[in-house]
């Protein structure tokens, strides 16, 4: 399995060199967007020093861990993603399922999206300057990996649901971007919002959990919720795993 | 008349894809509504009733008016014309007896019409602007046509780069950057410390921040004329770059498409 995964890997860099104005311009834009967040911050934090017990140096780190989930993601996952949409509606998904691997993971790590890697270590060095600011114990500092690493099956996991429906559904192309939608508006304290939105997305569909919860950790406030967030992404993996071989079975070829 | 239709069109194909409009829609609402709950803490949480000169429920609206501009403000043109140019359907359209920026114009207006309307609606029922005297009305009225066309004509001169670039993808999320930053989208530039009044006078911030507050009531007779001067300075400006480029880009088209 390793095997295949570093070709892919091998194949998606040699993709991302023969494409490299595109890689530097995916990744400067990925930095622009970032940048303002943080100024868009730094204008909340100049009125007021905190917002619900969350300083500006909480806030960033908030946000950066929410951009670290999301690059990671979209590093990992997200070209396998667009790639797997048009190979359902076309119909060209027989190649894969004739190969002696399990076509649910070949699929979704089908190629890792490099440009996306630059701004993932950037955010990745800005988040470990901010953390040695912030002082996490060992443990919290462990468990805020953990989070991320929960965070970025939780992503996966959202856009396999979504994408995975272009076998019943054509046309919902646009549907696709929902999930970053999402976690966009979940890079925020979940405070700021009403109780019922906060509730319906801290346990419901947790992604504002998803962004909050490593931010806690990170600030030396553990949360019980990780292992809810856990949990959640651990039921929603399994109910793609299974929309995936239903999927499968509704599957036309046009070959 | 044969504009109008263009005009129709343009409005027709926005509708018929309702499915991107309603989309589109909502993902405009889901930020709009993660920046005003995040407003809303921080004047919670400063204690102050007035940032900027802007009270809460004024910030609200603010930030929902700013967005329906950034929706009519879109930079579409420069995706369109690129398209022209690549494909080398330029040609067609140079054959045909009308005027492309003419008929840009109008296709402009035609897809941005539902948001027009909207924004006219907010203007006529809940901003002040039609209430403070026929000089007033008439004034915000041709500081948002002249806003309107400057920023029309702005992105027709950026569409030109067409003409040597392959690729303008790249243009659009700088473009929604620079809306976001500097149009105001992502907070009103009056909450900037005073060493960055000058901004405001830039042509995102003239289409979406400056036309946002005249809608709030917030610009004296004298800063709408200020900034319809400074639309009208942009606009002969993008005027003067189409007069200079457009000839050359004519030359170096080849016309068969790449």
Redesign the interface.
Known sequence: MLKIYRVLVTQSLAETMTYRVTTV?TAL?GV??YA?DL??GG??F???P???GWNFLDYLNLITTANLISYAYQFLFVAGHEDLVDQILDGNLDYSLLRPVNSYWFHASYRVDFPSLVTLLLTGVIEGVILSKLHPTPLNLLLYVVAVIVGIGFVFALNQIMVTLAFWVD?LS??N?LPE?LM??SA??A????RVIQQLFLWVIPSLAITNVPAQFGHNQPTWLLLWTALVTGVLLVISYIEWQRGLLKYVSAN | MKYWLTCQNALMATLAYRGNLVLNLLTTAVNVMVTIFMWLAVYNFSGRSDIAGIQPNQMVIYLIVVNVLALIFSAEPIFKFSGLVRSGNLSVVLMRPINYFIQSFWDYLGRGLPFLVIYGLATGFISPVFRRGLLYGLGSLLLMMLTYGMFFLMITAISLCSFWLVQVWPLRPVLSALFLLLGGQAFPLQVLPPAFAWLIYNPFSLAGNQLTLLLLGKLSLNQILLAGGWALGWAVVALGILKIVWPRGIRSYEGVGS
């Open positions: 311009l834009f622009l967007f303002i100024i868009t204008v909340y100049s009125f007021t905190t917002i619900y046309g646009a549907l971007g939608d966009d508006a925020r304290p405070k700021i919002y009403p």
